[in-house]
């Protein structure tokens, strides 16, 4: 079996004006590197727009949410509209949200029916920030999640689980999954840093885990709060799927945080997420890339996760 590859060229069309760092250089980067030869065995497929994607959409977000969204990103918008300070959406944002979120679906369907086994979904805008009912931190929906709730409406998988080691706390995951035992969150960030959530007192119904680290913290840190905060309880839920919100903004170069991880890092951590996907689901792992602003360390960074997945997949 093989690594699938799902991403879209629209995904450069979600505008977010002059010098933001969610930008759409951010796939281009990521195009370059993975076009070298190493990573020619990768299934590619772009990300589709699908006939069920607003329902599956509408079982993260309730309410009125997907049409207040749908309102402001298909109605008149010159250049681009701010929905908060960070989060922003442009003419081509309402294609590229619907195809991020259709690329986790279909990175689901593939590794649920051991079409591929696994899948690294290239998408933006990313995903963790969006609250049920709330845009926030560029993010539009919560795209993890959405996943996640699919593969049991639709595959039968009793409890996913999301890993979650960008540098930023996966505050709209949380939010979504709260309350559900069968569906677990576990995440590493620094803190404090935006969105102010993450406190390890935050455990939803036993089901949230949260490994906060300080700003400083190197790989060292990083995989000793993994070790001891994430992975036993990953090992207890004992997840069908476990889908990855891979952030490569913990790396040393990133702007926005300041974690000192490298690209080694990465590597471990995807080899210890499959690890334990092959013990308890055959594998499955759906990876969704969040956030990672330094185009360099994200490119190098997406690379090695890549590389990984596809080692552990072959
Ligand atoms: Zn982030």
Redesign the pocket.
Known sequence: MSTLLITHPCFVDHDTGPGHPERADRMRAIDKVLSHDVFKDLIREEAPLRDDVEEEISRAHGGTYLEKIRTIATGPINGTRHIDADTVISPGSWEAALRAVGAGLEGVDAVMSGRAANAFCQVRP?G??AESNRAM??CLFSNAAISGLYARVKHGAERVAVVDF???HGNGTQDIFWSDKDLFYGST?QMPL?PGTGAQGEMGVGNIFNAPLRAGDAGERFREAFESRILPALHNFGPDLIVISA?F??HQADP??NLELVEADFMWVTETVADMANRHCHGRVVSML????DLTALARSVAVHVKTLMDVGA
Not at 290 to 293: A, F, P, R, V
């Open positions: 990313p963790h920030h931190g560029f960008d540098v930023h960030h935006f952030g903004d913990a926005l945080a969040e956030g990672g602003y």
